[in-house]
């Protein structure tokens, strides 16, 4: 029976999550080298990997509601499907717009994977210990995709071109297609309603918007028209799109649900770890190659204390959080976190790895554990089972919105940083005013440039390179820090310590089953 097989069913939806989470930071080890082969700017860097999580946030709404709609399990494999081309498609980029507008067709595909993943989930298990227990796993394994990405794609380019870490999908995809096929259960909402065409552009256009103004903002000003303009608009964008979806009976996002304390303090909590964990994932794989020189491999390798470290204390948040509840377990969690980003934040250019880096990412990632877990079953247990797609799509909407934007913002920061400091480091070593602009224009530009000063000065100006680098990461990790703290303090007050009665959750009394079809 499905009962039986409820655990392989669950492995089954880890491998697809696996799959679409790596691929959020197998990308960036290899930043670097697609940056060399392919000639990239850092706007065009953060772009390959906005591109992916820009599409993925802005359409997983649509992608929750298609599978609420015409079939969880269905949306699941005709994900895998599209994921495995548009992998083989990037993989054949010849130029970085080539490359970006791939990953942003993989983001599409990996829509209607995700919050097939997280839907199937919460109707497989229904008693709340077990539910608790498999998502749990659940975040667990996309801790542990922190560390897969980055060390699978250092093993491959050590090995390989750039390009192998998008053909390594394939494999895992087809294994995830087959798997899924033979176990996966279906199911939909049998009140679904009409399909929201308005409510999709509306989203997709607000939150396209918001990013893009953010990560143009260091090449327009911070306070240009462009900027502002840009932000504001794509908030009055997003404002039309909740008022729309308040007057449609049939919403593809209830905004009726943030009411709910436990759903909308949880959603935003999840939000601000993952803009921290994003922006931070793209720092430090940088970090790693830039200023301490590791290969790829090696640089993916430092990061696998993270991982580690989120994968072992995912299930303990869940124990933790049955017995004192999810406020305190989630505030807690933040606030380790933050006090992550704060050491940092502290690190010397000549920081030890194991004093400063590991003591870091052993805060933040035991802090994103004590976040997620207990955080996203906050959201899916304040919901009917009927409209699990509708409420993964939200968690994993908040999941990658606040990620999009952490990378977004990390990398206008350290953009800006960055690119003063660089070019009076270069300048007063003699350079031209233009070649210490070149060399601002990404952390790889100044690390050729640096090559190519004479032999006596190389040192001083890779040095320059490395301290304007450090400038960027410190004033990006007190922005995480003080973002962790507030989101820890917002939950401290408005979260639930645990789910009320009257909380409309999966167990809820009145509400719809869900249709199951077949197995």
Sequence with gaps: TRNDRRWWILAVLCLSVLLVVVDNTIVNVALPTIGRDLHASTEALQWVV????????????????????????????????????????????????????????????ATLIYPATLAILNNVFTNPRERATAIGIWSAVSGL?????????????????WSS??????????????????????????????????????????????????????????????????????????????????????????????RNPRFSAASGAIALAFFGLFGFIFMITQYFQIVRGYDPLGAGLATLPFAIITAAFSPVAMIVMRRTGTKLVVAFGLLLMSSGF?????????????????????????????????????????????????????????????????????????????????????????????????????????????????????????????AAFMVGLHRDSLVAAGTAATAGLVALAFLPARATTDGGGAAAAGAEPTVVVGQ
């Design 50 to 109: 906005d591109g992916y999580t820009l599409a993925f946030a802005g359409l997983l709404l649509v992608g929750g509601n298609l599978g609420d709609r015409l079939g969880r399990r269905r949306m699941l494999q005709l994900g895998l499907v599209l994921f495995g081309l548009t992998s083989v498609t990037a993989a054949l980029a010849q130029n970085s717009g080539e490359l970006i507008t791939a990953r942003a067709a993989m983001g599409v595909a």
């Design 342 to 466: 704060v050491v940092a934040a502290l690190t010397p250019l000549d920081g030890s790895y194991w004093t400063w880096i590991v003591g870091a990412m052993a805060l933040m990632s035991s802090g994103l554990a004590f976040t997620t877990g207990p955080a996203t079953e906050a959201i899916m247990g304040a919901l009917p089972l009927a409209k699990a797609g509708a409420g993964s799509a939200v968690n994993d909407t908040t999941r990658e919105v606040g990620g999009t934007l952490g990378v977004a913002i990390v990398g206008s920061v350290l953009n800006s940083a960055y690119g003063a400091h660089v070019l009076h480091g270069l300048t007063a070593l003699g350079a031209s005013a233009a070649t210490g602009r070149l060399a601002g224009s990404s952390v790889v530009a100044g690390m050729d440039v640096a090559a190519r000063f004479p032999a006596p000065l190389q040192a001083a100006a890779h040095n320059a390179i490395s």
């Design 165 to 258: 870490v998008f053909y390594v999908n394939v494999p895992v995809g087809v294994i995830a297609l087959i798997a899924g096929r033979l176990l996966l259960p279906e199911s939909r909402d049998p009140k679904a309603g009409r399909f929201d065409p308005l409510g999709a552009v509306l989203s997709v256009a607000g939150i396209t918007l918001l990013t893009w103004s953010i990560i143009e903002a260091p090449g327009h000003g911070w306070l240009s028209a462009t900027t502002l303009g840009g932000i504001f608009g794509a908030l009055f964008i997003l404002a039309l799109f909740a008022a729309w979806q308040s007057r449609r009976p049939d919403p593809m996002l209830d905004v009726a649900l943030f």
């Design 145 to 161: 995709a922190v560390a897969i990405g980055p060390v699978s794609g250092g093993a491959l380019l050590r090995h390989f071109a």
